[in-house]
């Protein structure tokens, strides 16, 4: 059916649009399927272990362990309900990545040919925020969640900006969902 990835730094607002767009789709006769990475599978449990500062790794060790943990996601979560004529929502994707582990120092080139194998989404969207507010935002408190890094990831994104549909997640929630409902609403016609 249709794959859709909504993307960015922490706080954005992947979350909240996410669900927004799933009970759209559903209130429309659609079968949405929401998902998220890291997954909650062992190495998806590992992962969040690793962001809450729990567990500690080299920035390469992570970057193998969100492929992974992406490739166990698509084999048992988004390729299965794709099949099954569902519309799949994933909060992070390969993106994420390639974003954050650049950010951190790991070569842009070799993530994009450790996640070579990943399906591309028919639409990504790349919720764009300043990074000060994004780190207000997020409830989380993980070990990325700080301005600082957050700028460097959202330099990352810009570079994929290519490969992604830009929404600018300043404005309140409703607008927000209605550039990005305006964008889905293409594939479903």
């Known amino acids: 059916m249709v794959f859709i990835v909504l993307e960015g730094i922490d706080g954005c607002g992947k979350t909240t649009q996410a669900m927004k767009l ?11 399927y929401m998902t998220t990475e890291p997954t909650c599978g062992k190495t998806g449990v590992f992962i969040r272990q690793i962001l809450s500062g729990e567990e500690k790794v080299d920035p ?13 996601h698509l ?3 988004v390729e299965p309900a794709l099949a099954d004529g569902k519309i799949v929502i994933s909060e992070r994707y ?3 990545t390639i ?3 650049a950010a951190q120092g790991v070569d842009r080139d ?3 040919r450790l996640n070579g194998f990943a399906r591309k989404p ?8 300043e990074p000060k507010t994004g780190a207000t935002r997020s409830e989380q408190a993980e070990i990325f969640e700080n301005a600082e890094f957050l700028m460097k990831v959202r330099v990352e994104y810009m570079k994929l900006s290519g490969e992604m549909v830009i929404i600018d997640a300043k404005p309140p929630i409703d607008k927000v969902f209605a550039d990005i409902k305006s964008e889905v609403a293409r594939f479903l016609r």
């Open 22 to 32: 799933a009970q759209w789709l559903r209130s429309n006769g659609k079968i949405a």
């Open 60 to 72: 390469l060790t992570l970057a193998l362990l969100f492929a992974a943990d992406r490739n166990e």
């Open 75 to 77: 084999k048992k979560e």
């Open 94 to 96: 390969y993106h994420s």
């Open 99 to 101: 974003a954050y582990q």
């Open 110 to 112: 070799w993530l994009f």
């Open 122 to 129: 028919d639409v990504a969207f790349l919720l764009d925020l």
